[in-house]
């Protein structure tokens, strides 16, 4: 007898399942997953792409198993240890069929730009995983400000970190769209509020933010209980390359 699940919500449950990984850094793949969207949105993407680059942002840790590991890639900007979790996830997503798409990109998330440009890798590739660590380390940048929601009082600096990578870490291109999504306060605003299940509404003034509206209402619950477990001893800013 066939067996049938909706694609959606294997995602999610792998999504919030990763969320525990990081104990006090709840909803790190959801805010890389938003940002990757928000920035496809900026370079006119279409809205299976963008989907496709916030789905990818979900599940990039996917090969992370431990605290200690994640606690390395959120407070040092370039750890050398950080391809061992994208092997890992590479692995793991490779044969699976449904989301085997991802394999690649997440192999290469933690590879910075110029080195992708000197091992060739096809330019469609390199930019979805360019996009996924740009984003990933904007959200490690912005980690310790989260828990008292000072993460807009902090952008400029974020952004100009950011920039000063480009060519080198990032693609000139697409630090230049996140710079332009990254500009308002809604953006750093959304990575701040919790999720909460009576807001979630279609926004019928930006219907592409639709397809992420059901995450964060899906999430609500286990934000809910990662809200009552004990608090893990406070995280140290990134140690800036």
């Not at 490690?140 to 950011?162: G, N, P």
Request: overall charge negative; proline content about 6%.
């Amino acid at each position: 007898m066939p067996f049938h699940t909706d694609f959606r919500r294997i995602v999610l449950t792998l999504s919030d399942a990763l969320d525990l990984v990081g104990v006090d850094d709840v909803g790190h793949g959801k805010r890389v997953g938003i940002m990757a969207a928000e920035c496809a949105a900026v370079m006119g993407l279409e809205e299976d792409e963008r989907s496709f680059l916030f789905d990818l942002g979900l599940l990039h840790d996917i090969g992370v198993s431990s605290t200690r590991v994640h606690q390395h890639l959120v407070t040092e900007f370039d750890w050398p240890e950080a391809w061992r979790h994208c092997r890992t996830g590479h692995d793991l997503l490779a044969d699976f069929g449904p989301l085997s798409v991802m394999a690649e990109p997440i192999l290469h998330h933690h590879t910075p730009w110029n080195r992708l440009r000197d091992e060739d890798v096809p330019s469609e590739l390199a930019l979805r995983a360019n996009l996924i660590l740009l984003t990933d380390r904007v959200d490690a940048m912005a980690a310790s400000f989260h828990a008292d929601k000072t993460v807009l009082a902090h952008a400029e600096r974020i952004r100009d970190q950011i920039q000063s990578h480009s060519e080198t870490y990032f693609a000139p291109e697409l630090v230049a769209h996140f710079l332009e999504a990254s500009r308002t306060e809604a953006f750093w605003l959304r990575l701040e509020s919790p999720p909460r299940r009576r807001t979630c509404r279609p926004n019928s003034r930006n219907p592409s933010a639709n397809s992420w509206i059901s995450v964060t209402c899906a999430s609500s619950r286990s934000s809910s209980r990662a809200s009552s477990m004990p608090k893990a001893p406070s995280r140290p800013n990134i140690r800036w390359a």
